[in-house]
């Protein structure tokens, strides 16, 4: 048995890098006693494009769950829709999927 | 007041004056936490940025700016240094639709919103295209957020307001909540 390391454990670290971008980032809204039901949902609709059944059962995960993933992709999307989100007036957080 | 559908998804609101006046006021007073715009010779803040990391220490702005990282402090800062600026301009600009539509019926008002705007203090209706209804919405919202985290309303508040003293002090916020709920409930229904 060798016991120099082989090329492929030298790649390693890089290898598990590149594994751990690839993991998508989240958007996720939390409950709040003060948006209104109809208005967060409208707001899913409007901001993401979601379809009326998508958008109404998101928000009644955020209402019954206490938060819902809405959205996933790269830490820069998930940035711009929390953003997105804060204007209007949803309480949002980015977070990397694990 | 009384929401309703116009033509090519424009929406009339037909306020009473003192209606007119509590949404003028309570738009003023956000706009007076939001703050000043940046000075036009900040370099860094004409192009979005600021060296605000720090969640604001008021609970309202700290509502309308939440943090977007929960664990990661770091993180939030940089985000909020990014974004906080835009944010701030976005609500500003939303509030500022709202005084102007409304001022287009009811008159510009007095500073503190003692004048009830149209001679003899009739009703009148605001015609907003769906772009001005929805910064309607937006800062509608901003309001309530910002009366709502001031009255610390949980998902009961209905009940608590229900047996509050009438006396309370908090009584008048209270309606203007649940005038203010009403209204975007409203609103909400005719734009969707």
Do not use: C
Not at chain 1, 28 to 38: A, F, G, K, T, Y
Not at chain 2, 124 to 146: F, H, K, Y
């Amino acid at each position: 048995m060798s016991s120099a390391p082989a090329p492929v454990e030298l790649e390693r670290p890089d290898i598990a890098e590149e594994v751990g971008s690839d993991r998508p980032w989240l958007a996720i809204v939390w409950n709040d006693p003060i948006n209104l039901m109809s208005y967060v949902t409208f707001v899913f609709q409007t901001v993401f494009g979601y379809p009326k059944a998508k958008a109404e059962k998101l928000m009644k995960d955020v209402h019954h769950k206490g938060r819902a993933v809405v959205a996933s992709g790269t830490r820069e999307e998930m940035e711009w829709d929390v953003e997105i989100l804060h204007s209007y007036g949803l309480w949002a957080t980015v977070k990397r999927d694990d | 007041m009384r929401v309703r559908k116009g033509r090519h998804d424009a929406v009339r609101i037909r306020f009473e004056p003192e209606e007119a006046a509590l949404v003028r006021t309570l738009m003023e007073q956000l706009l007076e936490m939001l703050g000043e715009p940046p000075a036009a010779d900040d370099e860094l803040a004409a192009v979005g940025i600021t060296d605000q990391v720090d969640k604001p220490d008021d609970p309202v702005l700290a509502r309308l700016f939440p943090d977007a990282y929960r664990d990661d402090g770091e993180a939030a800062g940089e985000f909020r240094r990014y974004t906080e600026m835009g944010l701030r301009d976005g609500k500003r600009e939303a509030a500022g639709v709202v005084l102007a539509t409304l001022a287009d019926v009811f008159g510009e008002g007095g500073p503190a919103g003692q004048d009830g705007g149209v001679p003899g203090g009739s009703s009148g209706e605001v015609e907003l295209t769906s772009d001005q209804a929805q910064a309607w919405l937006r800062a509608l919202n901003d309001i309530r957020l910002a009366l709502g985290t001031r009255l610390d309303i949980s998902e009961e508040w209905y009940e608590e307001a229900e047996r509050l003293d009438p006396s309370d002090p908090r009584m008048p916020m209270f309606a203007a909540y649940d005038w203010l709920t009403m209204l975007q409930e409203s609103l909400v229904r005719a734009v969707w």
